[in-house]
């Protein structure tokens, strides 16, 4: 299939995302909000034009009680991340990144770019 007809099954509405799948149980698509520790944030529509409603104004309905609060919005991510390697890759990574006189973490960023503009 052509990636540009491809079903995208991540919306996103004022920097949240979501991933959408549908429910042949209750014949409907559904999503939720993910990576938030605190807040559960779910939506669902019979057409996808229901669903991105229900999806937009659930995220509008979040932030504005937040506002009500005096609270932060939750972030789906922290900009840090823990990843394990290994410690055969661990040792490799490091050893390259001394090669390049740059640190672990901005090797490990670089790939990560890197592999996400490839792909």
């Not at 698509?29 to 520790?37: A, N, Q, R, Y």
Request: with cysteine; proline share 1%.
């Amino acid at each position: 299939m052509d990636k540009k007809k491809r079903v995208n099954n991540i919306i996103k509405y004022k920097g949240y995302w979501a991933k959408v799948q549908y429910s042949d149980e209750d014949e409907c698509f559904c999503g939720e909000v993910e990576g938030l520790k605190h807040t559960i944030i779910l939506f669902e529509g019979e057409t996808v034009k229901e669903l991105k409603k229900d999806f937009k104004d659930a995220i509008d309905t979040y932030l504005e009680g937040c506002k009500e609060r005096n609270k932060e919005p939750e972030k789906q991510v922290k900009g840090s991340l823990n990843v394990r390697l290994g410690v055969d890759l661990h040792a490799q990574a490091k050893i390259k990144s001394i090669e390049q006189n740059i640190s672990i973490n901005e090797l490990i960023k670089n790939a990560v770019t890197m592999y996400l503009k490839a792909n």
